[in-house]
């Protein structure tokens, strides 16, 4: 059975940084892209998620959300299945829930994975909860 554990989240304040992790199991083979993503505040409903990090291990290709470039650190520990993502300078527009997500069927490419596909992921994680207060 697959399985995406988000951990990480949090109480920091504003210039702070956390460190997210992403555990993955149960895939019976490599998923096409996996990605983080996030909901703002009082947007549970609407079921908006902002694509800030989609990653490709077929190809290697990556995309990053401009609110994001400079602000934060990917990295991956195969052995452990864990993608990290590490956000430093949080500022309160960051809080919200974050996303973890793997694609294993229609695949396009990172950037639509992360702005334009309607289901962007086929699994997702339960999320893990940032707030950033001033």
């Known amino acids: 059975q697959v399985h995406l554990v988000e951990s990480g989240g949090g109480l920091v304040h504003a210039g702070g940084s956390l460190r997210l992790a992403c555990t993955t199991s149960g895939f019976p083979g490599s998923y096409k892209a996996i990605g983080w993503f996030r909901q703002a505040p009082g947007e549970e409903n609407e079921g908006v998620r902002e694509g800030i990090y989609c990653y490709s291990p077929t190809d290697g290709s990556t995309y990053y959300a401009d609110s994001v470039v400079g602000r934060f650190t990917i990295s991956r520990d195969s052995a452990k299945n864990t993608m990290y993502l590490e956000r430093n300078s949080l500022r309160p527009e960051d809080s919200g829930t974050y996303y973890c997500?793997?694609?294993?069927?229609?695949?396009?490419?990172?950037?639509?994975?992360?702005?334009?596909?309607?289901?962007?992921?086929?699994?997702w994680g339960q999320g893990t909860q940032v707030t950033v207060s001033s």
């Open positions: 997500t793997a694609k294993t069927t229609r695949f396009l490419s990172v950037r639509n994975m992360c702005v334009a596909d309607p289901v962007p992921g086929d699994y």
